[in-house]
Every structure is written in structure tokens, then in C-alpha cells.
């Protein structure tokens, strides 16, 4: 307790403490820090300037009246040190050697409490006096801090109504709202949506379809996140887009860079006779929670979840940041959790957490393991910021422990309910609805015109409920169709062009985005995956499908190390050309015993791909290579 002096103390104080607040308030918001509400922000250091309170990477610091005076003279100048004088002057208003000396004492114990920060460290700068200084971080932390990819709405507006040349760090945080502008067509953006679990309404599908038909020339990706992504976007249309998407419900912010990305899961979930629970529900209440709010819009790097009640494992948990998968703990359903999976050149699957955690609290704990990446998670080195890093440098047990302080109790992992890694989720499959079927098309490689998606709304609301789904194999789902009505649907000509029943070599061919669009890639993957499979039907035809999985680089978004087959783009010098070619990896699987696939033959050009690959199988036998069902 305070004696009564200490009590006087402090109320002298707290006049003197609010002006340096209020002075605060009025000049923080200079390129480093921000400040609301009476909260002053640097990073991952958040002051509330009316309760006093401070915290630091989400727990609570315990600082000394005079500590906090000082710490907020300090975040006022954030990145600009303040000599010895000022800062007495400020404190105390007036310079003298004990203040000096009493200074410098405060300075070391702040420092101290502040060693943990990820953003400022409390350095003495010779001759310069104190001050709160970034450590050297990278550009796109930079561009951050100084300003939130949330804050860019106005300028996207502005760039739109005024057609003025976009500043470059603006371009990065155009991301934010899913635009992106692509190399490949100058002048012209992407435009990434986000959709929960892939679940769309016919209506929110046809306005997609006639967003594209108006203002992206008709050409649209699905992705490997049941996703979608517009091409040929000018700026100047992008407002009046984001108003019509608003009007359907649909979402687009943080749909790239830093963020959470699109939330995936089963696209039978709901459907699924075989399914332990429905999961989507808890896809769109973590996005409602993260979406638009500047808590969750500066993560380290990018953040995937994905989120099933299903036992096949089609939402590729173990290569997810974070995974919710189905279990069952004492009778209870719900979910064991796996992080610090991903794909890309550093690829690792995920590891159990050992956690056990039921559906209505399933949000809450996503939330405090994204909070656990922000506040901890690495930012000077991207290649390394990652929550598989994280889980890395604390250990299963620390990183255990760490969430159980902020997501409270957490029980041990339940029986896991997965049974084996599979489903396409083509062709027709009835649903655990008495009389109703989805009907899975292949959409091959995920590319698919603004005119046909029209045409698949109105076959969903013709023989369907107007549901419709985008699978993590970049394909499409029509749901809810009732027996009597697929004879009919399977005669529709929009099914011969995107069929239930493709081929082997076809249905599980995945391809990245390639040239066309992206300035990474080596080549067209997209239709070098097409002939690849058209000719391989030819050579080598089979009754069950292969995985096989394209990337245009090393970046590995076409997922070729958990393919059957693994094609990752390459060139090869035959005589004075230099060809397109295909480094081959062969045998990546998920489920038990996971195992990335492993290069077997370098660049090899693509006019043999087909050849060497059928030799390959055949000459290995091995059957690992291959899936059995
Ligand atoms: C530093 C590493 C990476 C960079 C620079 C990068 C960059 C890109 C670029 C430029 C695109 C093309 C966007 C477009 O379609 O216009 C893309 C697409 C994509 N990337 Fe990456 N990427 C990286 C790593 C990864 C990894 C590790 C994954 C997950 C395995 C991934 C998943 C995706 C997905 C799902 C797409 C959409 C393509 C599709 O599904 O059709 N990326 N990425
Ligand atoms: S794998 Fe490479 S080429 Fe393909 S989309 Fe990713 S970055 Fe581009």
C-alpha cells in the first residue's frame, strides 16, 4: 500500500503525467508509433496513458511512476534520441547533476524491462544522449511501422480517383486489401478475395463471375487456399469492385502479405457423412475476428490455417502454420492441434501440440496462438519468421506453455479421428443429407472464365441450393443436389468442359499461378501441367490419379513437395538453347509417417518429361511413389 506522502506524490504527478500524455497524443503519431484513445502503440509496447498500464508483447510490465514518465517522454521521440538534459528537463524541469545521475539509473532499470521487445530497444547513444531506436529490421517491417497496411484504404481511393503514381511501399501495403500488382501485366492488379472454408452462394459467385466479366477481362484462379484471385484489375475500378463484393458478403482484406489468409477446411463440411463435425463455422468466426483489426494486420509473415471435422485430411493440415483436426477426447468431439507446418523451400509438416480443444472454444485458441506469433515470432530475418521457427527455437513444451498463459488451461490432445489422406471430392458423392449428392467438377489447373462461373451459379441454383464450393485442389463443388436432378445436371455442357470424371492424370493435377501472371516463374506452369497430363494419360493410362504438383520456382507455391509427383520448373541448355525444363521429385505424402518428396532427376526438358516420368515408375516399381487409392 502507498503510505499517504507517496499518495500526494502521485497526485502531483498525475497532472504533470497527463500534459506529457496529452503532449504525446498530439505528436505521437509520427512514423513510428500511434496513438488512440488514450493508448500509445510502438510495436509490440502498448501504454494506456489513463490507467498507467503498460504491456509488452501482450504481457502486463510492471514499471515505477517515474519508469513510466520516462518511458513516455521516450516513445513521444521513438526512433529520435533525446539528450540527458532534455530528458531531466522533461521529468523534472530543471537540470542538475543528481537529476543526471538519477537519469541515468532509470534509463538502466527500463531498459532491463524493455530487453524482451521485438521492435525498440532503450539504447544510450553516445553524445546523443537516450532513445527509443529500432534494431535494423527489414524493409517490409519498416513499411509497417511506419505506417498500418489497414491505413492505405484512403490512398488505394485516392490512387483510384486521381490515377497519380503509387509510392512503392503503398504498393506493398495495397496487399492488405488483396491488391496486388503483377510485373507481368503493368498497369494492372491482382485482386485476392477471402473465403471462409471456400463455402460461396450462387450469388456471391455470379458477382464474382460478372466482376471479372466487367473490369478483369473474364479471367479468374482458383487457388490451393479455396480461393479466389482476379486478373487484369485496374486501380481505378477497385473501389466500385470492393463496393459490390462488400454488397455480397464477401471479404478481401488481408488476403496476402502479413496476415491470416484465407481460412481453409473440408469442402464437404457439413456434407460429409463420414465427418466427426462440421468445422466451418469456426473458419468464419476466426476471420470476423481478425479481419479489419489492427491487433491481427502485422504478423511476422503470413499465417495459414486450416480448420476439419473431416477424417481424410483434405484440408492439408500438416502443412499449416496452425490445424485444427478432428478428435475425440472422453466422449467429447473436437480438435487436436498441430502448428508450424508449411510448404516452400524450408518445408516441415506441423507437429501435435498435444492439445485437445472443443468447437466453442476452437476460435479463442487459434486467436491466442496468432497472438503468440505476433508478439514472439521473428522479424528481422523473413526467411525465418514463420511459426515453424518459433515452435523451433521454444520447443513443443515452452510453445505449449506460453499459450496455456494466454488461452488459459489447456487439456492434453484427444484420439485422433483422421483415418487416412485423401478426397478429390470429385464427381458425385452423396452427403449425409437423406437424398442429396455434391457434384464435384474438375477445374483443370484452377483456371476458369467469368462466363462459366455465371453458368455454374445458375446450375446451383437450378439443381442445387445455390451452394457452391472451391475445393483445395483448385475445383468446384455443387451442393445439395437431389437425386432426381443429376441425371439432368451430369448432361449439362458446362460439365463436359469442367467433367465429374477426369482423368487419372488429370483430377489431381495442381498447378501454380506460372508466367503468365507471376515474375518468379521459369515457365507456364499452368499449361505445361495441362499437357503434361494429357500426354501422360496417353502414355502411361491408369485407373487411380496421381498427385501432381507444379511450382514455377523453388517457392514451392504449387505445393511439389507433398506431389506424388513433384514438378518444379527449371531450364535446361541443350546444345546453343536453352529449354524449358522440370526438376522431378517423386513421393511426397501427408497423413502418418508424412514425408516431403525427394528430387530424383534435375531439369529435365519438357518434351521427355513424359517419357522419363513413365520410365521412372516403371523402372523404380516404387510404389510409394504412387497412391493407392
Ligand atoms: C518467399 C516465398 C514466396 C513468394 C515470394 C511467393 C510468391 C507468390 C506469388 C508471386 C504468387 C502469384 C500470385 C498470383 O497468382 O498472382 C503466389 C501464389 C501463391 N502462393 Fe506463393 N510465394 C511464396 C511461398 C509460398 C508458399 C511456401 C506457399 C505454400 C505452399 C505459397 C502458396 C501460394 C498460393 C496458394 C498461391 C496461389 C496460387 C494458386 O493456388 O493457384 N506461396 N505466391
Ligand atoms: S511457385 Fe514460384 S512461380 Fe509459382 S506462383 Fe510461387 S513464386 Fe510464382
Not at 517457392?555 to 541443350?574: F, K, M, P, S
Amino acid at each position: 500500500m502507498p503510505t499517504p506522502t507517496e499518495r500526494q506524490a502521485e497526485r502531483q504527478t498525475f497532472s504533470r503525467r497527463r500534459l506529457l500524455a496529452d503532449q504525446t497524443a498530439a505528436t505521437v503519431d509520427n512514423s513510428l508509433s500511434s496513438s488512440r484513445n488514450g493508448e500509445v502503440v510502438l510495436g509490440d509496447l502498448r501504454l494506456n496513458l489513463d490507467t498507467l498500464q503498460v504491456t509488452l508483447g501482450g504481457r502486463s510490465l510492471k514499471l515505477t511512476v517515474q519508469e513510466f514518465d520516462l518511458l513516455v517522454v521516450l516513445a513521444r521521440s521513438a526512433g529520435k534520441p533525446l539528450s540527458q538534459a532534455e530528458l531531466a528537463q522533461h521529468l523534472w524541469h530543471e537540470v542538475t547533476p543528481e537529476r543526471i545521475r538519477h537519469l541515468s539509473v532509470l534509463v538502466a532499470r527500463l531498459r532491463s524491462k524493455l530487453a524482451d521487445s521485438k521492435f525498440y530497444k532503450l539504447r544510450t547513444l553516445r553524445k546523443r544522449g537516450y532513445g527509443l531506436m529500432l534494431p535494423p529490421i527489414n524493409r517490409i517491417e519498416e513499411l509497417k511501422l511506419a505506417k498500418d497496411g489497414l491505413d492505405v484504404l484512403d490512398d488505394i481511393l485516392r490512387y483510384a480517383s486521381t490515377g497519380a503514381p503509387i509510392d512503392s511501399d503503398d504498393i506493398e501495403r495495397m496487399k492488405w486489401y488483396g491488391v496486388f500488382y503483377r510485373k507481368q501485366t503493368p498497369g494492372f492488379f491482382m485482386l485476392r478475395l477471402r473465403i471462409p472454408n471456400g463455402i460461396l452462394t450462387s450469388q456471391q459467385m455470379t458477382e464474382i463471375g460478372s466482376l471479372s466479366n466487367q473490369f478483369g477481362r473474364g479471367k479468374i484462379d482458383i487457388t490451393t487456399r479455396q480461393n479466389i484471385q482476379l486478373r487484369w484489375v485496374r486501380i481505378h475500378d477497385v473501389p466500385q469492385i470492393f463496393e459490390s463484393l462488400r454488397r455480397v458478403g464477401l471479404e478481401y482484406r488481408q488476403s496476402g502479405m502479413d496476415n491470416v489468409r484465407n481460412i481453409t477446411g473440408c469442402p464437404m463440411a457439413g456434407l460429409d457423412p463420414d465427418e466427426l463435425m462440421d468445422a466451418s463455422p469456426i473458419a468464419g468466426a476466426i476471420q470476423d475476428v481478425i479481419v479489419g483489426r489492427k491487433e491481427f494486420s502485422n504478423l511476422p509473415r503470413k499465417f495459414n490455417i486450416s480448420v476439419s471435422g473431416c477424417r481424410h485430411d483434405c484440408a492439408t493440415s500438416q502443412i499449416h502454420d496452425l490445424s485444427l483436426t478432428p478428435a475425440v477426447k472422453d466422449g467429447r468431439a473436437g480438435f487436436n492441434v498441430m502448428v508450424g507446418g508449411m510448404g516452400g523451400e524450408d518445408a516441415d509438416f506441423a507437429r501435435d501440440l498435444d492439445v485437445f480443444v472443443e468447437p466453442e472454444k476452437a476460435a479463442a485458441l487459434c486467436i491466442g496462438v496468432i497472438e503468440l506469433f505476433r508478439d514472439k515470432g521473428d522479424r528481422e530475418d523473413r526467411r525465418r519468421s514463420r511459426l515453424r521457427w518459433l515452435r523451433e527455437t521454444l520447443g513443443l513444451e515452452t510453445f505449449r506453455a506460453e499459450l496455456q498463459a494466454r488461452a488459459g488451461t489447456l487439456e492434453r490432445a484427444g484420439t485422433s479421428q483422421i483415418e487416412r489422406f485423401a478426397g478429390d471430392h470429385l464427381g458425385v458423392s452423396p452427403q449425409k443429407q437423406p437424398g442429396l449428392s455434391s457434384v464435384g467438377c474438375l477445374v483443370p489447373v484452377g483456371r476458369v472464365q467469368g462466363d462459366d462461373l455465371l453458368e455454374f451459379s445458375r446450375l446451383a441454383e437450378t439443381y442445387g441450393s445455390g451452394e457452391l464450393r472451391l475445393t483445395n485442389n483448385q475445383n468446384i463443388l455443387i451442393v445439395n443436389v437431389p437425386e432426381e436432378c443429376l441425371a439432368a445436371l451430369l448432361k449439362e455442357p458446362l460439365l463436359q468442359k469442367y467433367s465429374p470424371q477426369p482423368s487419372a492424370w488429370m483430377r489431381r493435377t495442381v498447378s501454380c499461378t506460372g508466367q503468365d501472371y507471376c515474375q518468379f516463374a521459369l515457365l507456364d506452369t499452368k499449361g505445361s501441367a495441362m499437357e503434361f497430363a494429357h500426354r501422360m494419360d496417353e502414355l502411361l493410362p491408369r485407373e487411380t490419379a496421381v498427385r501432381v504438383h507444379w511450382s514455377g520456382c523453388q517457392r514451392g507455391c504449387g505445393q511439389h513437395h507433398i506431389g506424388d509427383i513433384g514438378l518444379q520448373a527449371a531450364r535446361r541448355r541443350v546444345g546453343d538453347e536453352v529449354v524449358d525444363a522440370a526438376d522431378i521429385f517423386l513421393g511426397g505424402r501427408m497423413g502418418q509417417d508424412p514425408r516431403l518428396a525427394v528430387p530424383v532427376l534435375e531439369a529435365v526438358p519438357l518434351d521427355e518429361l513424359p517419357q522419363r516420368v513413365a520410365e521412372l515408375l516403371r523402372d523404380t516399381n516404387d510404389q510409394d511413389a504412387l497412391p493407392s487409392a
